[in-house]
């Protein structure tokens, strides 16, 4: 049997019956999409699958990238195929059926965009970008307003006007005494992009967002030290 | 071909001690395996062998696993007595390459799974081999000690220190043979180089340099130096959310020091030149073939992503596994492979299942044989599929305890998809989808595979005793 041996949630065995019956209808072409089970609510249930496959894999404390990838893409081609325009073919069913579709599309993009919207940001955190993720802006409805600046920018944002006052060169200096250059984020990654990152980069740019508050202030205390250490002046001069 | 089976390796609590090699005891120990104790009824997940890799001479093959060990098996010369038996593979050594660690500043535990491994290119007495996890390399040297010093002047036979006074003599020690032992050290580690998964490593053909490539960089390294390497692909874009696609795969040409591919998740294949460059985003050769518009599906882009590529021995073509077929491509052109060969198109019409159950992410290694004219790869159910490119014959074997008993031959298998069934075919919906076949190795000049099956591994050969087709 097509089985993983895993236990699997009943909504999953409801979904995986409604995904066979899928297979049957859309890969053959003969078939006027129509006939069979409404369309929409028949990808709605791929859909939701694939929502829920990317959902579970950026959970993961390090998803795995290539199937992230795949099931993003494969979502993206569901969420094409559903789109209310020419790709659906005319419905002659009862009026009732082609509302519901709608409401389902109408749903489903705003719900795609929401989740796509949240999940990518995730990834950049994951990742550590501060680039605010734009919602997918070609696909439906403009979705919801990301709700202000992702955390890390904020941490960023705490860092940087706070410590302005120590430092000579802005937030670059920040990090030169902090060796992160295995963790290749791209924090600042407008102004470092002419770079290409890689393991022997400079130890300046890079750090990882995810910075509770104790590791801020003891961030902080390092820095504190290192500037009184710096500010004295070296034998040399 | 007729495949007889020679040696299984035994689930953990059989898997016996390696040959000598203190290093090698203590490791088995600190696994927490109890040597020859225990009976193992389920496979246990850190035993699962991750990976399988034949040395240049195929008299050694290494196996890792789940749980960041390697075990070495080495064939045993053939017996003079006996012609007929060829040598069997006994386990050579045992050690425990890479531990399970936490990045403490991405709070994260890195798996100690063993990705790939692969051998040097032996040099001098000793081997050594580079074994990857997802994050850090290491390279392994393995030596043999069969003799030992006797009868040195200042120390006794323990090792102590002698009393002066009772030395009324000089004598010269003289090595005496000793049980042979073989010592594994880690001689270098290659560590954060990458971000994300490391998926290849392939020893250039200059034996000097190496590459290791995660999903979305490739680097090039020097065998002797661990400090720095050199990223030589980056498909990492600015955003990470324009990101569709990912390295899958990468290896050095067999011959050409600068050429090297790497495959991606959307089935293409870059064939770069380190001469053009010295970072090469840019190919040289791009061979991808155009989808198939009578099999197009939503699950068309997963289907299509290399899970494998490898360079023939000649040099002059190579093989890509995507999850439904296996392809050879001629170097000379980019335009379509120019063979495609079936390994299991039954699944064709279960994708929406196969996608449900995450098995259409399962990642299927294959090879070739010595003279690149039959290729293999791995399937479902324990299965494996052979392809011959000369006769276009294809055969269909399973491995499994059941029927491959030792110096038994293989029979054939087969799938049915509905029609006419045969006594022993296997239908479709029976198919056992925990039990997938994604190792495989070729010995390279002979008619000898190694086959991971879970946890256990089978070595088939030949029933004949010829060299290459």
Redesign the interface.
């Given at each position: 049997?097509?089985?993983?041996?895993l236990k699997r949630k009943r909504e999953?065995e409801e979904?995986?019956k409604e995904?066979?019956t899928?297979?049957a209808w859309?890969?053959d072409?003969s078939l006027p999409a129509v006939a069979q089970a409404p369309p929409a609510v028949a990808s709605n249930s791929?859909f939701d699958?694939s929502v829920l496959?990317l959902h579970h894999s950026l959970r993961q404390?390090?998803p795995?990238?290539?199937?992230l990838?795949?099931v993003?893409?494969?979502l993206r081609?569901?969420q094409a195929?559903m789109a209310p325009t020419a790709a659906l073919p005319p419905v002659p069913n009862p009026p009732a059926a082609p509302n519901v579709a709608d409401n389902l599309l109408a749903s489903s993009d705003a719900a795609l965009s929401a989740s796509m919207a949240s999940l990518?940001e995730d990834?950049?955190h994951i990742?550590g970008?501060s680039?605010a993720?734009?919602p997918l802006a070609d696909e439906g409805p403009p979705g919801r307003p990301i709700g202000g600046a992702p955390p890390s920018l904020g941490a960023l944002d705490l860092l940087g006007p706070a410590t302005g006052c120590l430092l000579d060169d802005g937030l670059e200096g920040l990090f030169e005494d902090i060796d992160?250059?295995?963790?290749?984020s791209?924090l600042w990654?407008p102004a470092s992009?002419g770079l290409?990152?890689?393991?022997?980069d400079g130890p300046g740019k890079e750090e990882?967002p995810?910075l509770d508050e104790a590791e801020l202030d003891y961030l902080m205390d390092v820095l504190v030290g290192t500037q009184a250490l710096e500010r004295s002046p070296g034998p040399g001069r | 071909m007729e495949l007889e089976g020679l040696v299984r390796r035994p689930c953990p609590g059989l898997r016996g001690l390696a040959r000598g090699s203190r290093t090698a005891a203590v490791s088995l120990v600190n696994a927490g395996v109890q040597p020859a104790a225990v009976s193992c009824l389920f496979p246990l997940p850190a035993d699962i062998i991750s990976t399988v890799e034949f040395n240049h001479t195929g008299e050694l093959l290494a196996t890792g696993d789940k749980g960041g060990r390697v075990v070495i098996f080495q064939r045993e010369p053939e017996s003079k007595n006996a012609p007929q038996s060829q040598g069997e593979y006994d386990v050579y050594s045992t050690f425990q390459s890479h531990e399970p660690e936490f990045d403490y500043l991405k709070s994260l535990e890195i798996e100690e799974k063993i990705n790939k491994i692969k051998w040097l290119p032996q040099q001098n007495a000793a081997r050594a081999l580079l074994s990857a996890n997802d994050k850090t390399i290491k390279l392994w040297k393995i030596t043999e000690r069969d003799k030992r010093p006797e009868g040195y002047n200042l120390k006794d036979e323990e090792g102590k220190l002698k009393d002066l006074s009772t030395v009324t003599s000089l004598q010269v020690p003289v090595l005496k043979p000793m049980d042979l032992m073989v010592e594994v050290s880690p001689r270098r580690i290659f560590a954060n180089g990458h971000t994300y998964h490391i998926n290849s490593i392939s020893v250039n053909s200059d034996c000097e340099t190496y590459m290791s490539a995660d999903d979305l960089r490739i680097n090039l390294w020097h065998l002797a130096i661990t400090d720095r390497s050199f990223n030589i692909v980056d498909i990492k874009p600015a955003n990470m959310e324009d990101l569709t696609e990912v390295i899958t795969a990468s290896e050095f040409h067999p011959h050409h020091c600068n050429l090297f591919v790497y495959s991606s998740s959307k089935g293409s294949l870059r064939l770069c030149d380190m001469r053009a460059a010295a970072l090469c985003d840019k190919h040289s050769k791009l061979f991808e073939e155009p989808e198939d518009p009578s099999n197009r599906s939503f699950f068309s882009e997963i289907i299509s992503s290399v899970s494998d590529v490898k360079f023939s021995h000649s040099g002059r073509y190579m093989l890509t596994r995507d999850y439904l077929t296996v392809k050879v491509w001629d170097l000379n052109m980019e335009a379509r492979p120019i063979e495609t060969y079936q390994v299991h198109d039954y699944l064709r019409s279960k994708l929406c299942s196969l996608y449900e159950n995450d098995c259409i992410f399962d990642k299927f290694e294959c090879a070739w044989n010595g003279s690149d004219s039959v290729i293999m790869t791995g399937a479902y159910n324990n299965f494996f599929r052979m392809f011959d490119r000369n006769t276009k014959r294809d055969v269909t074997l399973e491995a499994s305890r059941e029927s491959s008993k030792p110096r038994a031959v293989l029979k054939p298998r087969r799938v049915c998809v509905g029609g006419k069934r045969r006594r022993d075919d296997i239908s479709v919906d029976s198919l056992d989808f925990t039990k997938k076949i994604l190792h495989t190795a070729w010995h390279p000049a002979e008619n000898i595979i190694a086959i991971a099956a879970t946890n256990n591994l089978y070595i088939f050969q030949d029933k004949v005793n010829s060299d290459m087709h």
């Open positions: 049997m097509l089985s993983k041996g999953e979904e995986e995904a066979l899928v297979d859309w890969l072409p791929l699958l496959k404390s390090e795995d990238l290539r199937h990838v795949l993003v893409n494969t081609r569901i195929s990518l990834l950049s990742e970008l680039q993720p734009q992160t250059s295995m963790y290749d791209e990654a992009e290409k990152p890689g393991p022997e990882a995810e | -």
